[in-house]
């Protein structure tokens, strides 16, 4: 019998045309194992993952066939799925590959109806592909849109409220209003819990802040829904996740605060940041808006979330860096922070880390402790 040979793209298409069966072999069901949406979650087989939340292996749609883990910002293809299960190379997973699928042994008439069938599995995926391409803009013009439709001032608004009363982040003490942040007084939220079946849906205030990509084109719009605390003042509202995000924002960023010019006023966009310039970069925009309390002739951006630290699009004037991270000692933060370092530092940056030792989790519970602390010593004066 003729050995048959194929080509690495082949072996990926037919896995990718068994790619349910493969995800289940290499990334075993566990206890709180499901799938939902066309996306298996499980535990991650190459690591010690205590609870299923965070790995997950997408079997449809565009993505189909490639695994992320959020929690160390970790992904791949399915070849790189077996390697990361036996703890082996891409080459010997590979050989992994040929013999799970049965290929050492082929006749002509197996070859030719396995190439059939990876040949459909990857003609399919290029239509997903192609569908989720016109989706992502779709989501897109939404975001934009939505941000378009949010009140350009926020002062005298909840947005002021929660910031100022709440977050203790003054706007006021900058001068200016960052550019990034709108107001709307009625925006939809809707939340499923797939545990519980339970829906959460109805309209909010809401804080708005436009993504922009590297090149400062918006690709999606963050939204912090708000609601009354019940003692006069503003915070967030009381549903499962009060933050989320319309549209994808992977390697974006939300362009906060530009620093300060040589001329007193704001600096250039980040797409024309000077050579040799700095950044700072935290997680969430109350960090980021207390980083310029603090630092108000920094330019500072929100990643929004830790996984995108590292992947933040920056342009090649950017020369350092500074990552604002929570104090957080979980081993799977400390990796994804690990990981952000590492990036960074292999696009040639100098690269800090900032984190809060002064009590609390983050830089605005630092912020937060400064302020108040500066008002009981003015109480007492």
């Known amino acids: 019998m003729t050995r048959q040979t194929y080509s690495l793209d082949e072996i990926k298409g037919l896995l990718l045309a068994q790619r349910h069966a493969v995800a289940r072999h290499y990334a075993p069901a566990a206890p709180g194992s499901y799938t939902d949406g066309g996306q298996y979650w499980t535990l991650n087989p190459g690591r010690a993952d205590n609870s299923v939340g965070s790995f997950v292996v997408t079997l449809e749609g565009a993505k189909a066939g490639r695994w992320n883990d959020y929690a160390t910002g970790d992904h791949g293809d399915l070849i790189d799925l077996i390697a990361l299960s036996l703890g082996c190379t891409l080459s010997e997973a590979v050989r992994e590959a040929r013999s799970w699928l049965g290929l050492a042994h082929d006749s002509p008439e197996d070859a030719a109806r396995r190439k059939a069938a990876a040949e459909r599995a990857l003609r399919l995926a290029a239509e997903a592909r192609a569908k989720d391409a016109e989706a992502k803009e779709r989501r897109r013009r939404g975001a934009l849109a939505l ?22 982040i003054d706007l006021a003490r900058l001068g200016r209003q960052p550019g990034a942040l709108r107001y709307h007084p009625a925006v939809r939220y809707r939340h499923l819990d797939r545990k519980t079946g339970e829906v959460w849906d109805g309209e909010y205030p809401a ?5 922009n990509d590297g090149q400062g084109r918006a690709v999606a719009c963050h939204r912090t829904w708000l609601a009354p605390d019940g003692r006069g003042g503003w915070d967030k509202a009381p549903v499962p996740k009060p933050k989320k995000v319309l ?3 992977a390697g974006g960023s939300i362009h ?15 797409s024309d940041a000077p050579d040799g310039s700095a950044v700072w970069i935290s997680e969430g925009i109350e960090d980021a808006l207390s980083a310029a309390i603090l630092l108000p002739e920094a330019r500072v951006i929100a990643a929004i979330s830790l996984t995108n630290f590292g992947g933040v699009a920056l342009p090649p004037a950017i020369a350092e860096v ?4 929570d104090n957080d000692p979980k081993p799977e933060q400390q990796a994804a922070l690990a990981q952000a370092v590492a990036a960074h530092s292999r696009a040639g ?3 800090r880390v900032w984190q809060n030792h002064e009590g609390g989790k983050d830089l605005n519970d630092a912020l937060r402790a400064r302020i108040l602390r500066e008002r009981d010593n003015h109480a007492v004066a």
């Open 207 to 211: 804080m708005l802040a436009i993504v």
């Open 256 to 270: 906060l605060w530009r620093g300060i010019g040589p001329r007193g006023g704001a600096g250039k966009p980040l």
């Open 147 to 168: 941000w378009l439709s949010g009140e350009e001032k926020i002062r005298g608004t909840p947005v002021e409220f929660y910031l100022r009363d709440t977050r203790c």
């Open 322 to 325: 500074t990552l604002i991270a």
């Open 349 to 351: 940056r100098t690269v």
């Open 247 to 249: 549209g994808d924002y």
